[in-house]
């Protein structure tokens, strides 16, 4: 497509169940991120793929998520048991490399409610 | 590791009146610096960005942003403000180059014009 798309747009879950979140980026771009939109805590890193390969984990919020990327394209972030504080917006973005200093587009989000 | 302070969560001002909005970082490394624009319901726009060089950026409509390493500064402006420009604004930085440790945001400023 001609831009990052994520899927769903809005998901309600009532708390303790589990979600996925799906994002496609640019197609060609090697680099993929996650970030969390929430009014507490502005917008904060989740996690960096170049590649399928994860280096650097740390910034999930808790083990309860997780975040895989196949094929080099698609990538799933998902929450397990969730919970009332996860409700936020997750925002994915791509990069065209891994290597240098590019812009990263992102898509338009997915809006979780955790009830 | 690297911080971003945006001064005033909400800035108001008049159509066609100068737009100021105000972003100090802090990067143990040379930092990577972007402004990027939310509209409602949408993912993060680019603006600007300030890698190396020219330490005065120009970007898409009608914004610049100048980086001060003195100041550890990099504020946007606009000379005259239009209805459109009505959005939330991020600066973020970024010390990696390679993009692994993703961007680090401020809290955004929520720019309001006037009529």
């Known amino acids: 497509g001609a831009g990052v798309s994520q899927s769903p747009s809005n998901k309600v879950t009532e708390k303790g169940k589990d979600v996925e979140l799906r994002c496609d980026p640019i197609?060609?771009?090697?680099?993929l991120y996650w970030y969390r939109q929430s009014l507490g805590q502005g917008l904060e890193f989740l996690i960096y793929?170049?590649?399928?390969?994860?280096?650097?984990k740390s910034g999930l919020p808790s083990d309860r998520f997780s975040a895989e990327r196949t094929g080099g394209s698609v990538s799933t972030l998902t929450i397990q048991r969730t919970q009332q504080e996860d409700s936020a917006v997750y925002l994915c973005?791509?990069?065209?490399?891994?290597?240098?200093?590019?812009?990263?587009?992102f898509g338009p989000g997915t809006r979780l409610t955790v009830l | 590791a690297q911080s971003v302070t945006q001064l005033g969560s909400h800035v108001s001002v008049s159509e066609g009146a100068l737009v100021l909005l105000r972003c100090n970082y802090s990067?143990?490394?040379?930092?990577?610096l972007f402004w990027y624009v939310q509209y409602p319901n949408q993912g993060l726009q680019l603006l600007l960005k300030?890698?190396?060089?020219?330490?005065l950026v120009k970007g898409i409509n009608g914004f610049e942003a100048e980086f001060k390493k003195s100041e550890t500064s990099f504020h946007l402006t606009k000379p005259s403000a239009h209805m459109s420009d009505a959005a939330e604004y991020f600066c973020?930085?970024?010390?990696?180059?390679?993009?692994?440790?993703?961007?680090?945001f401020g809290k955004g400023t929520h720019l309001i014009i006037q009529p």
């Open positions: 973005a791509s990069m065209s490399s891994g290597g240098r200093v590019n812009e990263q587009f």
């Open positions: 197609s060609g771009h090697t680099a």
């Open positions: 793929f170049q590649g399928n390969s994860a280096p650097d």
């Open positions: 990067s143990s490394v040379p930092p990577y």
């Open positions: 300030y890698t190396t060089g020219a330490t």
């Open positions: 973020a930085v970024s010390g990696s180059g390679g993009g692994a440790d993703g961007l680090t």
